[in-house]
């Protein structure tokens, strides 16, 4: 996938959004968009804004050529603040199926970020599923 930048709005790109919730789960949500985004394989949008109908922010996200939400937990709030704002067809990549617990305190390290980008990149390698999300 060609590297995305934040400058050139003519190439199309995949927006990533994170969870970002309070536990440990959330932050290796953040942090696994972040290094997608630093790798230049997405770009990395805000959910909060999503949530919030900030035009600007869902104007970026609806221009993405393709959307993936990264949830933390069970709960995946994420994915509903996307339908709640009217997002379908996204690529949802659920962190406690990959065996990731809310309350682990000792989960958020460079090496679990990097086996979670991976599962990340093999999802966005994938063709979208006709069932939802």
Known sequence: MSGVS????TKSYVCVLACSGCSAAGELADHTARQLHQMGAARMSCLAG???RIPS???TVRSASGILIIDGCPLECGANVLRN???TGFKQLK???LNVRKHDSGAVDEA?????AEAALRLLN?????SPT
Not at 6 to 9: P, V
Not at 112 to 116: E, H, Q
Request: no cysteine; glycine share 12%; net charge negative.
């Open 6 to 9: 934040s400058s050139d709005s």
């Open 50 to 52: 999503v949530g919030g």
């Open 57 to 59: 922010i869902t104007a």
């Open 85 to 87: 704002a009217g997002f």
């Open 95 to 97: 962190l406690h199926e």
């Open 112 to 116: 679990t970020v990097a086996r979670l």
């Open 126 to 130: 994938k063709p979208l599923e006709n």
